[in-house]
Nanobody, 118 residues
């Protein structure tokens, strides 16, 4: 059974950085696509970024391109989301997700709150 565990959320000021981590436990990790979604208050969940575990190919939402970087450590089965130049509009609950297809929506973590103050 796949399990996802996020960490790294918090409160920062606009322009600052934050790194989220997600530990992925699955026997099929090597063929997995892992990613991040977020949900702001009163809004629907939206895709942020994803990465193919097999070759490291990455996907990004237009709203975060150039500011966010997704990466993975295959040896530790861990995925990261480095978020730079954060804006108040990035305030949301961030969910680690996984699946066999893009965008990965099959499995969801519990979420971690990111709050960016202006």
């Amino acid at each position: 059974q796949v399990q996802l565990q996020e960490s790294g959320g918090g409160l920062v000021q606009a322009g600052e950085s934050l790194r989220l981590s997600c530990t992925i436990s699955t026997r099929t990790y090597s063929s997995y696509i892992a990613g991040w979604f977020r949900q702001a208050p009163g809004k629907e969940r939206e895709f942020v970024a994803a990465i193919r575990q097999s070759n490291g190919y990455t996907y990004y939402a237009d709203s975060v391109k150039g500011r966010f970087t997704i990466s993975r450590n295959r040896a530790e089965n861990t995925m990261y989301l480095q978020m730079n130049s954060l804006e108040p509009e990035d305030t949301a609950v961030y969910y680690c997700t996984g699946g066999s297809r893009y965008p990965p929506r099959e499995i969801w973590g519990q979420g971690t709150q990111v709050t960016v103050s202006s």
